[in-house]
């Protein structure tokens, strides 16, 4: 019995289950395609990470003794799909089965489905399981994630002291809001100068992909296992120790602040979740770091990252169609330039033109919050944010830009839209402080644009709004305007769109 285990360039992991029990007469498929290049117009850094690491994987899986058919981009009787590869692999190698794991997102599970013979495996490398958590989701928890979190971390025993949550309380989110002092220094993070692989797979994406967002110019993020994890050390012992307090600030020129960077390379396979969690809180247990900054950390990849792909599954594939504030206007061209007077908008867009990558606050409250304000399509936020970011595969980015940001799904990751005015931005960033807006007016033409939209949006869906209890608050607020001020601000809100256009 000969098996053909297929390897996805997001599935770059020893223990992937495709790989479980292979045997001396088993062939490893992994295949550069230009479908998978072209199906979203990917950021060149994003290519160049994921072409460059998948060829680093077939070489440790060489190493390590297996069989690997790589098939390459330019390899000219590549067919330039998965089951195009998988069918050709079959011709070739004739193997009695076709060994595959879940992949990340449905469009290929759909394809997956039709190659001939396909053992399809769970995706262990979650924690939670898709079925496990439709089970969990059913059972009348409101599907919401903190509950979701509790389970998990009793369930792993992480942060846990017997069956309680260390330092008595479950959730540090309060005291990760604090802004940056202009005196705090933020260390760099290690960056990795491209060897030979990623020099040629860096020629291949400029010249196949030369219209594709962002350049593989300074291409230096990780592209093995070893250096994903020297990433992670350097953010153990740098970074989470002041990553808890400063986790939603905001600074220019610093797009990771504290942050630890890892979401492209978790997401391709090179990192371990569990390892992580655990890795976060034996530093805290050593005193190394605060529980704020451990338990801020664990509850992104052990709560947030699990939470968001069992609801993509749960609820694909209408999940992808959902418009619950019928929200159509067409994304600003500025999404792709950067250039706006919008000082936050321009640092968030060319940051991540840059890098491809922003922090999650630039996404949910910067480029997230303009878009839900200004009323954007979700098709095309969703396009955008899947182009754009490095880590961007559609189980994650779906919930986050299309439930979290834009409040598309009328509520069922979020319990209240993340809609956020001119202020809030100011109190988390030096950004107001040197943008040619005045963050403190919401009226005339040097009013910052996201004041006038904030009240704007509160208004248009005043009534759905008025059914959640969270937005009592804005809604008094809104009840309490002077009808004129009112008017104004819809005049205002109507100029910046305008503008936007
Ligand atoms: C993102 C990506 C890219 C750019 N290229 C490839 C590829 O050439 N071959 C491949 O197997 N996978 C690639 N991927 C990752 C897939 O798009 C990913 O596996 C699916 O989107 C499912 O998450
Ligand atoms: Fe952004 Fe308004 Fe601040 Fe300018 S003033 S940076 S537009 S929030």
Same mark, same amino acid.
């Given at each position: ?178 802004? *940056?002092? =202009?005196?705090?220094?933020?260390? $760099?993070? &290690? %960056? @990795?100068?491209?060897?030979?692989? +990623? !020099? ?121 169609? *959902?418009? =619950?504030?019928?929200?159509?206007? $067409?994304? &600003? %061209? @500025?999404?792709?330039?950067?250039? +706006? !007077? ?131 608050? &804005? ?27």
């Amino acid at each position: 019995m000969t098996s053909l285990r297929v390897v996805l360039g997001d599935q770059l992991s020893l223990d992937l289950s495709a790989l479980e029990a292979i045997g001396a007469g088993d062939i490893v498929l992994m295949a550069e395609v230009l479908g998978e290049c072209t199906y979203v117009r990917h950021h060149a850094k994003k290519l160049v990470l994921v072409l460059s690491a998948m060829r680093h994987f077939a070489e440790a899986l060489r190493h390590g003794g297996m069989t690997v058919d790589y098939i390459r981009l330019d390899d000219p009787a590549n067919t330039q799909s998965l089951s195009g590869e998988v069918a050709r692999a079959r011709q070739l190698h004739r193997p009695d089965k076709v060994i595959a794991t879940e992949p990340g997102e449905w469009r290929v599970l759909e394809e997956m489905r039709g190659w001939e013979g396909v053992e399809i495996r769970e995706d262990g490398r979650f924690l939670c399981g898709i079925r496990q958590f439709r089970s969990w989701a059913g059972g009348g928890h409101g599907q919401r994630m903190e509950f979701f979190y509790r389970k998990m971390r009793r369930r792993h025993a992480i942060l846990m002291e017997d069956d309680a949550p260390v330092g008595g309380r479950w959730n540090f989110d309060l005291e990760n809001r604090k802004r *940056l002092p =202009a005196a705090a220094r933020v260390p $760099k993070p &290690p %960056a @990795f100068p491209p060897d030979t692989v +990623t !020099r040629e797979v860096m020629s291949l994406v400029a010249e196949r992909f030369p219209d594709h967002f962002g350049s593989v110019e300074g291409f230096d993020m990780p592209v093995t296992q070893a250096q994903a994890e020297t990433c992670f050390e350097a953010f153990l012992r740098e970074r989470l120790p002041l990553f808890g307090d400063w986790q939603d600030a905001m600074r220019i020129g610093e797009p990771l602040i504290y942050h630890a960077g890892i979401a492209a390379t978790l997401n391709l396979g090179l990192l371990d979740p569990l390892r992580l969690c655990r890795a976060a809180e034996a530093a805290y247990r050593s005193g190394a770091v605060p529980l704020n900054a451990a338990e801020g950390f664990i509850r992104q990849i052990l709560g947030w990252r699990e939470f968001v792909r069992g609801i993509y599954w749960m609820h694909m594939p209408r999940y992808a169609t *959902l418009n =619950a504030l019928e929200a159509r206007r $067409k994304l &600003p %061209a @500025f999404f792709w330039s950067g250039e +706006t !007077r919008m000082r936050c908008l321009r640092e968030a867009i060319t940051d991540t033109r840059r890098h491809a990558y922003a922090h999650h606050i630039q996404r949910l409250m910067i480029t997230g919050n303009f878009a839900l304000l200004a009323g954007i399509d979700p098709d095309e936020v969703d396009a955008w944010y899947m182009v754009v970011y490095a880590d961007a595969y559609q189980w994650v980015e779906l919930p986050n830009t299309r439930g979290m940001a834009l409040f598309a799904d009328g509520g069922i990751i979020g319990s209240k839209p993340y809609a956020a005015s001119g202020a809030y931005i100011n109190r988390m960033s030096d950004y107001c402080r040197h943008c040619t807006y005045d963050v403190r007016e919401s009226l005339g033409a040097d009013a910052c644009p996201f004041n006038a939209l904030y009240w704007n949006f509160m208004d248009r869906h005043r009534e759905r709004l008025s059914r959640n209890p969270r937005m009592a608050m &804005p809604l008094r607020n809104l009840a309490r305007m002077d009808p004129k001020r009112l008017a104004a601000i819809r005049a205002r809100a109507d100029e910046v769109l305008a503008e936007s256009e």
